[in-house]
């Protein structure tokens, strides 16, 4: 197997869009894959942040969700129209049909499919997740992910979270899903 880090000759033709449940690892190896392509990395939730200059938390308890919904749409899209890069997508925003579809026409979804037990090992000391601040966080989060799964299944590509993969690893495990099923995306040239 080819060591991504090294090849920084690939050639991104479209944005590698990350999806997926909170505690996936999107941001983390999004962030890695893009520094390995040399390529700019994204966060859809840190974009809003800065736009709104709140936290989604606030953003969720001032606003509802359905406003922050909307506002995702726009910044996704505004993000997908720019120059080929990594983009993390907040937990929701897969669930949407037409962030889907705009995400296919205009990028690639990679799916970091993780399971229950290590999202919930991720996520549950962390206070950052609106979602989450229920009686039950544990159960939230399996009622999520069990509405989400299937959606989530209909990413372009679909890349199995392991416990314990470094970061590098789990980069590399990526960039060789695409390279494999989407050379139009992720190209080594000749």
């Known amino acids: 197997m080819a060591d991504v880090s090294s090849h920084n000759q690939l050639i991104l033709h479209k944005t590698i869009v990350f999806v997926g449940m909170m505690g996936a690892g999107k941001t983390a190896v999004g962030r890695t894959l893009a ?35 909307r506002k995702e749409h726009q910044v996704i899209d505004r993000l997908l129209d720019g120059v080929p890069g990594v983009l993390s997508t907040g937990g929701g925003a897969f669930m949407s049909a037409d962030n889907r579809q705009m995400i296919t026409d205009k990028g690639v979804s990679v799916w970091l499919d993780a399971d229950i037990d290590l999202l919930w090992e991720r996520v549950r000391h962390k206070d950052t997740r609106p979602l989450l601040k229920t009686p039950d966080p544990y159960g939230t989060l399996k009622s999520l992910y069990e509405a989400r799964v299937p959606v989530y299944a209909k990413a372009d590509i679909v890349v199995k979270s392991e416990p314990g993969l470094s970061l590098d690893a789990m980069a590399e495990k990526v960039a060789q899903a695409l390279l494999a099923q989407r050379p139009d995306v992720l190209e080594r040239p000749l």
């Open 35 to 69: 520094a390995h392509l040399g390529v700019m990395f994204r966060d859809s939730d840190h974009e809003i942040e800065e736009a709104a200059n709140m936290t989604i938390a606030e953003i969720f308890a001032r606003d509802g969700e359905p406003f922050f919904r």
